[in-house]
């Protein structure tokens, strides 16, 4: 039972490509967040999203956007992409909760190459 | 910055229980600790959260001092599935969304389970 679907597991882009990356949870979260994981410096937050049309930049926002218009849908926009954004991309979700911990449920990932 | 120090790697037989340990000794009051693991190309797996108390669920243990300065997160019977990179990550309590949702990742440790 899949709750974070990220929309292809691969994909081959070449340089100045506009790159759409989309993810859908069926969990209801509020909050939505895209990594990148590279080897060596791990995860890294790009953006995250705790409500519809709202945005808030991570660690490393440069030369990334993002789009919620749905609360189930967080895409990752590379506006052209470049060799050096080559990783895996995550997205996670996750609910609001007043107090206590709960847990991040991630997709399995898309793994990018611009070529 | 990652909060938390890990071992880089560790090994353990099958069957046998796995213990991995976390430091944390910056850890505020209301700071919970969590675990995750990456098995490799998927997405960060969530295992087990605890603020003070000892904590198990159907996956895993995890020990946490009185001090709260250091957990340990024990997988008790340790298979070859449970191969991955096991991170422990603090933060606080749930909110509204904003950056103190944000999970950091630090750089985890490698349990390679041998046969």
């Known amino acids: 039972d899949v709750k974070v679907t990220q929309s292809s597991r691969y994909l081959v882009k070449r340089t100045g490509e506009k790159v759409f990356l989309e993810c859908v949870q069926d969990m209801d979260h509020e909050n939505m967040f895209w990594y990148r994981q590279d080897p060596g410096l791990g995860l890294r937050l790009i953006y995250f999203?705790?409500?519809?049309?709202?945005?808030e930049k991570g660690d490393i926002p440069e030369g990334y956007s993002v789009s919620r218009e749905k609360k189930e849908r967080f895409s990752l926009i590379l506006e052209s992409a470049s060799t050096n954004q080559t990783s895996m991309y995550l997205c996670a979700s996750s609910p609001i909760r007043r107090g206590g911990g709960y847990g991040y449920t991630f997709g399995s990932g898309t793994r990018l190459t611009v070529v | 910055d990652a909060k938390t120090t890990q071992p880089p790697s560790m090994d353990c037989a099958e069957g046998r229980a796995a213990n991995l340990p976390c430091n944390h000794s910056t850890i505020s009051g209301n700071e919970y600790v969590y675990w995750y693991r990456q098995i490799h190309s998927q997405g960060p797996q969530y295992i087990i959260h605890?603020?003070?108390n000892n904590e198990t669920n159907e996956m895993a243990s995890l020990i946490i001092t009185e001090d709260r300065k250091s957990s340990t997160l024990i997988l008790p019977h340790a298979t070859l599935r449970d191969t991955a990179v096991y991170y422990c990550i603090v933060r606080p309590p749930g909110d509204y969304g904003g950056a103190t949702n944000k999970l950091i990742f630090g750089t985890g440790t490698l349990l390679a389970v041998q046969p």
């Open positions: 605890g603020l003070k």
């Open positions: 999203s705790y409500d519809v049309k709202m945005k």
